[in-house]
């Protein structure tokens, strides 16, 4: 078997990725493991999580492949510098100790670093590559797909230059057609939004993207008309008087917050409806940007498949705008489409672009993610020998009886944490490390946000439906197995709103029931879409067809299974932990229950937890 590794690392959401003769075989992010969210350090051990996986070491692999060209991002911070003498100073200097240290050399550290892990002789390492990591996330949104031909756009804050690219993948090759270069970024114009209202950037934007429907689009021409010159075609130039981020620490400077009134919103304070406003307004925007450039890839291509990847592609509303109104029958999006897909990506580059391997494209029609569950996966007797050493109460119940056990607990109102086969690579939970909830109960998106994830009440949660029941309920009949489309709730479900209730605005619409599956829909009566398959995840289809059997709804409230500032669990240990810090009242661990009200008082700090480690 040919095994090829790809990383990404150093800048945000590190990874690895190993595939074997063109077949992912394991892909994890090391925030997984480290419990640092967004994790930039180099990924030990998601590394040695691939390699156990593909059982091969180091030594055994053909190449490792890094998402990104250091020395061309190297250039391009140093010419930025220069462009901006003497105003980027301070930021230079802030910059480049780091890249002295870790980047400007990578290949040297990456040696020292696989060196140290694999017991191997720097000289009997395989040969380190450099993919562009523009490249990276193209080849992570076309060679994954299930298209033998298509159009694929990459939209981030920015690689080495490119800030948005086009490319065209057509058998085992892409393409590059054009790029938008740095400054002039989709992504950092989003960041800038997300800084100045209150939000942590590389982070927060998917809680702009939630808050955008509170608010009035009443920003969206003071946008066009001082920041953004957006041409026909998509294309766009920013007005780099407003921003910060070439030549300062911070996303935006005091000529962006006198043209909107104020300063940035101090993080974890009060929201204002000018915050909300402003969501609405660049949400449009963005949305905009997308549409028009689809429309023009469309339109140079003449293909019928678009591909998309690249952090702007997990703006999954802009996402649903272009499947319903774009010009293309057909939408893949990489699930982890930010820069941990780039690991997935550099791997495939090496194998189609580099060693000119054939793409075989599956005779089912379905993608090459395997449902995203490429993260490590525990047995029942590892998940017993953990909770006997915890002493932990449970029983172990047949797949049978506990889909049937669970969907009565959920119908009753019960919060269930759902730990199942492998970990999901990407930023969403797809039913393997999942929180789930009854999608009927008007009560759940405040019990949740509340008591469970310690979240802002005003963000939504996403539903889980059975695929073959999905134009039941939502104005969509495509698959959407990665959570990465929006679309509205069907008219025939929707609440009818009273004349008091058209008179609220902003926040005061959060507890209107909009639906008769009100826990998952937003209040523009639109919902973040997750269609579930029988054949990538089996005990998942089977609860959801139990709860549909028990209640006739086949729809469930599903979130990642953490807490807020937590990246998602990975081992029995975490979910038994985040089990027992917060309002779940049900846990299945495999085929394990275990009951709340059955668990002795909960301890921070236990011999257990200490003494006791599980692979």
Not at 70 to 95: C, D, I, M, Q
Not at 301 to 322: W, Y
Request: aromatic share 10%; charged share 20%; proline share 6%.
């Amino acid at each position: 078997m040919a095994a090829i590794l790809g990383l990404s690392a150093f800048y945000h959401d590190s990874a690895a990725c190993v595939i074997g003769d063109g077949t992912i075989l394991a892909a994890a992010q090391e925030e997984r493991f480290t419990r640092q969210k967004h994790d930039p350090s180099f990924p030990a051990q998601a590394v040695q999580y691939c390699l156990r996986e593909a059982n091969c070491t180091v030594a055994d692999l053909r190449y490792i492949v890094f998402y990104d060209k250091p020395l061309v991002k190297f250039e391009r911070l140093l010419e930025t510098y220069l462009s901006f003498v003497p105003r980027g100073r301070r930021s230079f200097t802030a910059a480049l100790p780091v890249w002295l240290k870790d980047k400007l050399f990578l290949k040297a550290t990456l040696l020292n670093e696989f060196a140290s892990l694999g017991g191997v002789k720097k000289k009997a390492l395989p040969p380190i590559l450099f993919t562009e990591h523009h490249e990276a996330h193209a080849a992570s949104a076309f060679f994954p797909s299930p298209f033998q031909q298509a159009a694929v756009l990459c939209m981030d804050g920015v690689g080495e230059w490119a800030t948005t690219s086009a490319w065209f993948g057509q058998a085992n090759q892409i393409t590059p057609l054009w790029d938008i270069p740095f400054p002039h970024s989709l992504g950092l114009l989003y960041s800038a939004f997300t800084y100045y209202t209150g939000f942590k950037v590389n982070s927060g934007e998917y809680k702009v993207m939630g808050l955008a429907p509170y608010g009035q689009p009443k920003y969206v021409q003071t946008i066009y008309d001082h920041l953004l010159d957006l041409k026909p075609d998509g294309t766009f130039r920013l007005n780099m008087e407003y921003f910060n981020y070439c030549t300062g620490l911070t996303m935006t400077n005091a000529r962006f917050h006198a043209l909107f009134g104020a300063p940035p919103r101090p993080p974890e304070s009060l929201l204002r409806q000018e915050d909300m406003d402003l969501a609405r307004s660049i949400q449009e925007v963005t949305e905009e940007v997308m549409l028009r450039l689809a429309r023009t890839m469309h339109r140079e291509t003449g293909a019928d498949n678009l591909c998309l990847a690249g952090g702007v592609a997990l703006n999954c509303v802009g996402n649903g705008r272009i499947l319903r109104e774009g010009p293309f029958k057909h939408l893949w999006i990489q699930p982890a489409a930010g820069d941990a897909g780039g690991a997935v990506g550099a791997a495939l580059a090496a194998w189609h672009q580099l060693d000119q391997q054939p793409r075989v494209l599956r005779a089912d029609g379905s993608d090459g993610m395997q449902g995203a569950f490429l993260g490590p996966a525990f047995s029942h007797a590892e998940i017993e020998v953990f909770l006997k050493a915890a002493d932990a109460p449970y029983v172990r119940l047949s797949d049978a009886d506990l889909v049937a056990r669970v969907a009565d607990d959920l119908a009753v109102g019960k919060v269930i944490g759902w730990f199942q086969g492998r970990m999901e690579f990407g930023p969403r939970s797809l039913g393997g490390r999942s929180i789930l909830g009854d999608a009927r109960s008007p009560q759940m998106q405040a019990v949740m946000n509340l008591k469970i994830k310690y979240r802002e009440s005003f963000r939504p949660f996403a539903p889980s439906v059975l695929r073959e029941r999905v134009a039941e309920y939502f104005a969509l009949d495509a698959d959407s197995p990665y959570m990465l489309l929006v679309a509205p709730v069907v008219e025939a479900r929707r609440t009818a709103m009273t004349q008091a209730q058209h008179a609220l605005w902003g926040i005061e619409l959060l507890n209107v029931p909009r639906s008769d599956i009100p826990a998952v829909t937003h209040v523009d009566y639109s919902a973040r879409i997750q269609t579930v398959h029988e054949a990538t995840n089996p005990p998942y289809y089977r609860l959801l067809k139990a709860f549909e059997a028990k209640t006739g709804c086949g729809v469930l409230v599903n979130t990642s299974f953490n807490v807020r500032g937590e990246p998602i669990v990975c081992t029995p240990e975490e979910a038994y932990r985040c089990f027992m810090r917060t309002g779940i009242d049900t846990l299945v661990l495999g085929n394990c229950v275990l009951d709340k009200l059955d668990q002795k008082p909960w301890l921070e700090a236990t011999d257990w937890q200490q003494e006791f480690a599980l692979d």
